[in-house]
């Protein structure tokens, strides 16, 4: 759930096993103006429903949680809140790691080390569409990136099978598993028009459903 330049407060669940982190989080965030927790819980069954319920604009996650089913939590409650913003917290500066969380779909981390201060900073700064990496990996990031600029460029796949922007956008809602109700709501388009789109899209990708097209996305790294 994106956050509108016009709201005056970015909504934050916090999600943490150690309870004085939740709790020491929740005081020093909530001195805020801007910043309002809408929940904090530890891991359990029902985590990812809870969150999204609560519609929060920032899912701040504690990496002791990443080390039993950390992926599946992004994946599941990104897929139910497209626009969530994910801020991992309290990380050490492993490499492996970084990069496993990076794919899954966080867009920052702060290091256990971070004060208050950079806390509510990255918390911001994820919300309005910004990215927090510390500068202990950057290096790794950029490496990564240019590991992989043989077999996955991005930008020149793009090119290569014809996607707009528009239906480049239209990509990644689909492979996020969102309905053409889902996805018109989300643009302000028609039903229509989506179908229109999708239609042009499974065409250029050579797909012959949804889940055709989805998978070839993922493949081809059309999407993240």
């Known amino acids: ?10 909504d934050v669940f916090l999600f943490a096993e150690n309870r004085l982190l939740r ?6 965030l909530g001195k805020k103006i801007d910043l309002r927790i809408v929940g904090a819980s530890a ?13 929060p604009h920032v899912l701040l996650f504690d990496s002791t949680v990443y080390a039993s089913s950390g992926v599946e939590i992004i994946t599941a409650t990104r897929r139910l809140l497209p626009g969530l913003k994910i801020l991992m917290i309290g990380m ?7 990069l496993r969380c990076v794919r899954a779909g966080v867009a920052g ?8 201060v950079e806390i509510a900073t990255a918390v911001r700064d994820v919300a309005y569409d910004g990215a927090v990496c510390p500068p202990t990996l950057c290096l790794s990031l950029f490496n990564y990136v240019a590991r992989h600029a043989v ?29 053409n109700k889902e996805i018109a709501a989300q643009l302000n388009l028609s039903e229509q028009t989506i ?19 989805a998978e070839v996305c993922r493949q081809r790294g059309l999407v993240v």
């Open 92 to 98: 050490d500066a492993d490499e492996e790691m970084f």
């Open 23 to 28: 709790e020491t989080l929740a005081k020093v």
């Open 43 to 55: 891991f359990d069954a029902n985590i990812c429903g809870r969150i999204a319920d609560l519609k």
């Open 195 to 213: 179908k229109n789109h999708i239609h042009r899209i499974l065409r250029k990708l050579g797909a012959h459903d949804r889940l055709g097209a």
């Open 109 to 116: 981390f702060v290091l256990k080390e971070a004060s208050a």
């Open 151 to 179: 077999s996955m460029p991005a930008y020149y796949q793009k090119l290569n099978h014809g996607l707009t922007r528009r239906e480049h956008q239209l990509a990644h809602l689909l492979t996020a598993g969102l309905s």
């Open 1 to 10: 759930m994106a956050v509108d330049s016009s709201s005056q407060r970015i």
